[in-house]
C-alpha cells in the first residue's frame, strides 16, 4: 500500500551564520523568509513553525544607493560601513597571493577556529549581564527619540533601535574589558544602529547631505551625560 510522505530538506537559512551577497537583489519571496527569519527565529512550513538553530546570525552585504524595505532593515543589529583597504594591507593580501601561487588571498585550510556555536549562548548570556547605570539608559532613549523630530530625517528610529544601540554596547564594553557601559560606547556605536533605519529627506539628499554627517550633528545636540 502506497502513502504519501514528505522530507523537510533544511535550506542556507538552516545555519547558524548565514551570509547573503547583494541583498537587494534578492525577489521577495527571500526577503519574506528573511524577515520570519529575523522576527521569529523560526519559519513557518504548512502552518507549522519550524525553529531556526541557536545561535542564529545573518550578516547581509547591499550596494550603496541601493534600498531595502525599512521593516527589514529594522530587524539587523547594525550597518557597518567597509572602507578600503590600507595601502600596507592591500600590499601584504597581494604578497601573500603571489607567494600562494593564485589569485584568492584567502586560503580556508590555515584559518584557525577561535570558538564554537556552542560556545556563544554562554558569552552571550555574559554579555547581557553587564551593568548599565541608570544615566547611561537615559542618554540612549534621548538620542533615540531625537532621530523622530531631527529634521533631516524621513521618520525617526522606532525602539528597537535602543535595543540595539544597547545589546551592542554591552558587546563593546565587554571586548574592551570594561565592567559596565559607558555613555562612549553607545555614542561611538550610534552611526552604525542608525544606519540601516533612518533615511535623508529627500531635499538633504539634494543638497548632498550625508547620514552619517546628520547623526554627527545629532550626537552633537546631544552631550553625553557627566561621571
Known amino acids: 500500500v502506497g502513502s504519501d510522505s514528505a522530507r523537510l530538506r533544511r535550506g542556507p537559512l538552516f545555519n547558524s551564520l548565514v551570509l547573503l551577497e547583494e541583498l537587494q537583489r534578492a525577489p521577495p519571496v527571500i526577503l ?3 524577515d520570519d527569519a529575523l522576527q521569529g527565529r523560526q519559519l513557518s512550513l504548512g502552518g ?7 545561535p542564529f546570525m545573518v550578516i547581509a552585504t547591499r550596494s550603496s544607493g541601493s ?11 547594525a550597518h557597518l560601513r567597509l572602507e578600503w583597504p590600507a595601502e600596507g594591507q592591500e ?23 577561535l570558538l564554537q556555536a556552542r560556545d556563544l549562548p554562554a558569552l552571550q548570556r ?15 532613549v534621548r538620542l533615540i527619540r531625537l532621530t523622530r523630530e531631527w529634521p533631516a530625517f524621513e521618520q525617526g528610529a522606532g525602539p528597537r533601535a535602543g535595543q540595539a544601540l544597547l545589546r ?30 533612518l533615511r535623508l529627506t529627500p531635499e538633504r539628499e539634494f543638497e548632498g547631505d550625508s547620514l552619517d554627517g546628520q547623526i554627527l550633528k545629532l550626537l552633537g545636540q546631544c552631550p553625553a551625560p557627566r561621571p
Open 32 to 34: 519574506n523568509l528573511l
Open 48 to 54: 507549522r513553525p519550524v525553529p531556526l538553530p541557536a
Open 67 to 77: 534600498d531595502l524595505p525599512l521593516a527589514l532593515r529594522d530587524r539587523f543589529l
Open 91 to 113: 600590499l601584504a593580501a597581494l604578497r601573500q597571493a603571489v607567494q600562494q601561487g593564485h589569485g584568492d588571498p584567502l586560503e580556508a585550510a590555515t584559518l584557525r577556529p
Open 126 to 140: 555574559l554579555v547581557a549581564g553587564l551593568p548599565v547605570a541608570e544615566p547611561v539608559l537615559e542618554h540612549a
Open 168 to 197: 551592542l554596547a554591552q558587546a563593546q564594553a565587554f571586548l574592551r574589558g570594561g565592567d559596565s557601559v559607558t555613555p562612549e560606547d553607545v555614542r561611538t556605536l550610534l552611526p552604525a544602529v542608525l544606519r540601516p533605519r
